[in-house]
Each structure stands twice: as structure tokens, then as C-alpha cells.
């Protein structure tokens, strides 16, 4: 079945800097979907994306949809010490009976 | 979090006992999930319901069962817990095209 990477796994960067994550599928997809998991909580919808090419924007973040379908990116500028968690890709796997997530990107900030 | 609540948070059971976790949603969503989320794994999905009464396996399904006889409740049975079955469950809410995934706050099962 379909399956979904992220990279890097995890992410160790100064406060202020620019993060940039991405997420990679062998088989296209028709909805990207990035959600912030912290400690202890189910995760969050940050950003979700519907049409191939289609950057959008949420405060400091910012997610594409792959033109080829098949990666997505989030950009995180700026970061501050609560952007830390556990970023995940994910999306419905050909129609919306399977939603299925990627691995995870771990990211910590230091102050 | 869309209206979506899972019982109970915690629970510790001994191995062979039945356990069922339930998830309520407010929202009248059609598609259910339920993910199990272990270190290194991230989140893996274990069954998912398409409608009343519909459901289908994920990629762990083994162990588990699922049923849902109303739109708003989706029930997760262990049949007889195992220590493998210690995990955090998630269950999702879907409203299907164009729409989002949204999760309940997790619950925690210890399996001694």
C-alpha cells in the first residue's frame, strides 16, 4: 500500500532559525495534511492542502503541495520554543477511507 | 478537536482481559479511525469506518475489532489484551472530501 516518508527524523535548531521539512510518497496523493503533536495530546491540524502546486499559509507556517503529487513541504520561519513537537504528513491513500500518516519529524528548539 | 472524545484517557489491564475503548464525536463525521501511536512507529492505523456499520482493517488490525453502530460512537475491542497491545490510542474524525482529519486527546492503555 501506499506508504509516506518524512525527513529529516528529527531536528535540533536555534531559536530564530528557518525549519524546513518535507514528506514523500512513491504513489500520488490528492490531499496533503500536516499536524503538530505535543507531549501528551492527540495531534493538531496545522496546514491542509487540496490542489497540486497550492502554497499556503498559516502564521510563521507554510506548507506546498508538491506539483508531481507525490511530496509536500513545511516551512516553519522564525521558530520559537513552542513551535517544539512532532511534526506528521498525512493524507487519505487513493480515497478517504484510509487516512495514513508518516513516520514524524521531531523538532527541537533551543532558547 | 471537532467534538471528538475518547474514554477512558488511562487504563491498566492484565493480559487476556477484554478491553474496549470508545470514541464519541459531536460533529456527524462519516469516516472513524482508530491509530495506535508507539515510539519509533508514529501513528499506525489499526480500523477505520466508512459509514454506520462499515468498518475495514488498517495496517495492525490483528487483535483487534471494531464496531459502530451509530454515527457519533466507534468502539475499539482488545479482545484479550496483550503487553504488545501497551500503546497510546488516537482516534480521528474525517468529514470526507475537502475536509479534515481531527483527533480525540488519545487514550493511554498499560497491559500488565
Known amino acids: 500500500g501506499q506508504q509516506l516518508n518524512q525527513s529529516p527524523q528529527s531536528m535540533f535548531i536555534q531559536e530564530g532559525e528557518d525549519v524546513s521539512m518535507n514528506c514523500t510518497s512513491s504513489s500520488i496523493f490528492n490531499t496533503w495534511l500536516w499536524y503538530k503533536q505535543e507531549p501528551g495530546e492527540g495531534p493538531v491540524l496545522l496546514i491542509a492542502l487540496y490542489k497540486a502546486g497550492e502554497l499556503t499559509s498559516n502564521g510563521r507556517l507554510t506548507a506546498q503541495f508538491g506539483i508531481t503529487r507525490k511530496d509536500s513541504f513545511l516551512n516553519i520561519s522564525a521558530s520559537i520554543p513552542s513551535d517544539v513537537g512532532i511534526y506528521f504528513c498525512?493524507?487519505?491513500?487513493?480515497?478517504?477511507?484510509?487516512?495514513?500518516f508518516g513516520p514524524g519529524t521531531s523538532l527541537s528548539v533551543i532558547p | 478537536d471537532a467534538g471528538i472524545t475518547q474514554s477512558p484517557r488511562h487504563k491498566v489491564t492484565e493480559t487476556g482481559t477484554p478491553v474496549t475503548l470508545r470514541c464519541h464525536q459531536t460533529?456527524?463525521?462519516?469516516?472513524m479511525y482508530w491509530y495506535r501511536q508507539d515510539p519509533g512507529h508514529g501513528l499506525r492505523l489499526i480500523h477505520y469506518?466508512?459509514?454506520?456499520?462499515?468498518?475495514d482493517k488498517g495496517e495492525v488490525s490483528d487483535g483487534y475489532s471494531v464496531s459502530r453502530s451509530k454515527t457519533e460512537d466507534f468502539l475499539l475491542t482488545l479482545e484479550s489484551a496483550t503487553s504488545s497491545q501497551t500503546s497510546v490510542y488516537f482516534c480521528?474524525?474525517?468529514?470526507?472530501?475537502?475536509?479534515?482529519?481531527?483527533f480525540g486527546q488519545g487514550t493511554r492503555l498499560t497491559v500488565v
Open positions: 460533529e456527524n463525521h462519516r469516516y
Open positions: 469506518s466508512y459509514g454506520v456499520k462499515d468498518t
Open positions: 498525512a493524507g487519505p491513500q487513493t480515497s478517504y477511507d484510509k487516512v495514513i
Open positions: 480521528a474524525a474525517w468529514g470526507g472530501a475537502n475536509g479534515q482529519a481531527f
